[in-house]
């Protein structure tokens, strides 16, 4: 198995192969586990989905992202099912199955429309009630992360208009995303740069990104990308210790000229980013980003502390 790299490199464990997967509340075994051929999310890419971070037997921020999770379904129309306690409890359930109390689990948390009688993109075909899967694995950044400079490489695919496809949206339809991941690692970069319609820096293919520039921090307007949970905790965390941060348009010519720049992700958090398009911004983890890092993580502490579990 080839592992990602970038924010997303992790440290491989032998547990994942037989842990439970939960499957519209049945757990079942990975190797068995499985979806219909006319389940909305494989046929179409109908759904929406959240990754979650286990962090001391809690789901961290996990009011957040349930909150966002139910307003993507919402906003496409779709009934989950399933209310919100409903679904923490089922989250836990599958956590203690597979005796994951502590730290380095992720959750894949996904909803689909459901199943299709035939192939076809209208909803009115959905013969179920929703899909819902969960897949915890034992998953934890490889300990370089914090410290690892990443390389960027801005892509020609763009983060496009709310009318074509609202990159707001966290669907399953993730295409943009994957061609522009493609063409960075084509170009030997970890991680794709994406610009909006107007050629300002949006976001990453798979994180979203900040410069630091006089003791600022910067991220985009966020009018094209995700309402990432981690970018809006360090925007919290960064004004609540009195640093400078701004949402607003900046272009590459900002970005080249940074003092530092790092990317936000609930896996890896606050990531340090070294090289852009081949131009250094930093060759090490600058005092911003070691800063920064520690402030989130002791947020991440302080939610976890004081968060029950069913």
């Known amino acids: 198995m080839t592992n990602a790299t970038g924010t997303h490199h992790f440290v491989p464990d032998p547990r994942n192969a037989e842990v439970l997967i939960d499957i519209n509340g049945e757990h079942v075994p990975r190797p068995q586990a499985s979806v219909s051929v006319f389940d909305s999310g494989f046929m179409l890419g109908d759904g929406v989905w959240e990754g979650l971070r286990v962090h001391q037997g809690r789901i961290a921020f996990l009011d957040r992202h349930l909150d966002r999770l139910y307003r993507g379904a919402k906003a496409i129309a779709m009934d989950v099912g399933l209310a919100k306690e409903a679904m923490e409890r089922r989250l836990y359930a599958l956590l203690d199955a597979n005796g994951m109390g502590g730290d380095g689990v992720h959750i894949r948390l996904m909803v689909t429309r459901g199943i299709r009688s035939t192939p076809y993109q209208d909803p009115r075909v959905v013969i179920s009630p929703p899909t819902i899967v969960i897949i915890?694995?034992?998953k934890a950044p490889v300990p370089e992360t914090a410290t690892r400079m990443l390389k960027l490489f801005t892509v020609h695919v763009r983060r496009g208009y709310p009318d074509v496809q609202d990159p707001k949206l966290n669907s399953h339809s993730k295409l943009n995303c994957i061609t522009a991941c493609i063409q960075a690692a084509e170009a030997g970069a970890d991680e794709a740069l994406m610009l909006d319609p107007h050629g300002f820096v949006a976001t990453c293919n798979s994180t979203h990104f900040f410069i630091v520039r006089g003791g600022e921090i910067l991220t985009s307007s966020g009018d094209y990308c995700l309402d990432g949970i981690t970018r809006g905790l360090v925007l919290e965390v960064a004004r609540e210790a009195g640093i400078a941060a701004f949402e607003r348009n900046f272009s590459l010519t900002d970005v080249y000229g940074a003092d530092e720049a790092f990317t936000?992700?609930?896996?890896?958090?606050?990531?340090?980013?070294?090289?852009?398009?081949?131009?250094?911004?930093?060759?090490?983890?600058?005092?911003?980003?070691?800063?920064?890092?520690?402030l989130y993580l002791a947020r991440l502490e302080r939610d976890v502390a004081g968060r029950a579990r069913p």
Do not use: C
């Not at 090490?284 to 800063?291: A, L, W």
């Open 264 to 294: 936000t992700g609930t896996f890896a958090g606050v990531a340090p980013v070294g090289t852009i398009d081949g131009r250094v911004i930093s060759s090490e983890r600058g005092p911003m980003v070691e800063r920064l890092q520690s």
């Open 136 to 138: 915890p694995e034992w």
